[in-house]
């Protein structure tokens, strides 16, 4: 069983950075992968940005260039840096982790094992 612990998160004004972390307890492999969806109030949860244990990574078109993701496979964390922020990133970010990663997109729910509890992330104008 693996466990996602959430850090970071918070408001910022437009144009701000904010940083998320997820630590994962357990054992990881390889083949895993771990990944930041979003949802925000009346919309369904959407894939933000994913990194296999290689660290290739995939972004929603709507972050490319402002969001990095990264992680730390020694300490089996991941972050999100998210730059130059939106008022339409305002949402409750969430971490996810899958153990096996092969021949999957990363980019769906159901793609996921494992899920964090969700940070709020809030952007003003």
């Known amino acids: 069983q693996v466990q996602l612990a959430q850090s970071g998160g918070g408001s910022v004004q437009a144009g701000g950075s904010l940083r998320l972390s997820c630590a994962a307890s357990?054992?990881?492999?390889?083949?895993?992968?771990m990944g930041w969806f979003r949802q925000a109030p009346g919309k369904e949860r959407e894939f933000v940005a994913a990194?296999?244990?290689?660290?290739?990574?995939r972004y929603a078109d709507s972050v490319k260039g402002r969001f990095t993701i990264s992680r730390d496979n020694a300490a089996n964390t991941v972050y999100l840096q998210m730059n130059s922020l939106k008022p339409e990133d305002t949402a409750i970010y969430f971490c996810?982790?899958?153990?096996?990663?092969?021949?999957?997109?990363?980019?769906?729910?159901?793609?996921?094992?494992?899920w964090g509890q969700g940070t709020q992330v809030t952007v003003s104008s």
């Open positions: 996810a982790a899958v153990r096996n990663a092969a021949w999957i997109s990363l980019e769906s729910l159901g793609d996921y094992d494992y």
């Open positions: 357990g054992r990881t492999s390889s083949n895993s992968a």
């Open positions: 990194i296999r244990w290689s660290e290739r990574t």
